[in-house]
């Protein structure tokens, strides 16, 4: 079971970003797939969930309307679009689906 994000980076308050988070070795499509983030010396937190119909769940307050989840089963793979960005996202994401974990991808937002 393998579960890989891509798709971080340094990006300017106010610009986007997409995370991917590419599954393998497990039946993805029949899953929750959860993206958590990690900022330092913090708890990490959950961002957003998606089931497996691509009905999505959990999203966390500070980024409701800012950020979207979806998935595309044919691809094994699930989306995090992040609009709006601000200093406070900077964080390490994660995906998480079965308990299975990714190596995450980091995300800077700074000027």
């Known amino acids: 079971v393998q579960l890989v994000e891509s798709g971080g980076g340094l990006v300017q308050p106010g610009g986007s970003l997409r995370l991917s988070c590419a599954a393998s070795?497990?039946?993805?499509?029949?899953?929750?797939v959860n993206w958590y983030r990690q900022a330092p010396g913090k708890e990490r937190e959950l961002v957003a969930g998606?089931?497996?119909?691509?009905?999505?769940?959990n999203a966390a307050d500070s980024v409701k309307g800012r950020f979207t989840i979806s998935r595309d089963n044919a691809k094994n793979t699930v989306y995090l679009e992040m609009y709006s960005l601000k200093p406070e996202d900077t964080a390490v994401y994660y995906c998480?689906?079965?308990?299975?974990w990714g190596q995450g991808t980091q995300v800077t937002v700074s000027s």
């Open positions: 070795g497990f039946t993805f499509s029949r899953y929750v």
């Open positions: 998606i089931t497996s119909a691509g009905g999505t769940t």
């Open positions: 998480e689906s079965v308990g299975f």
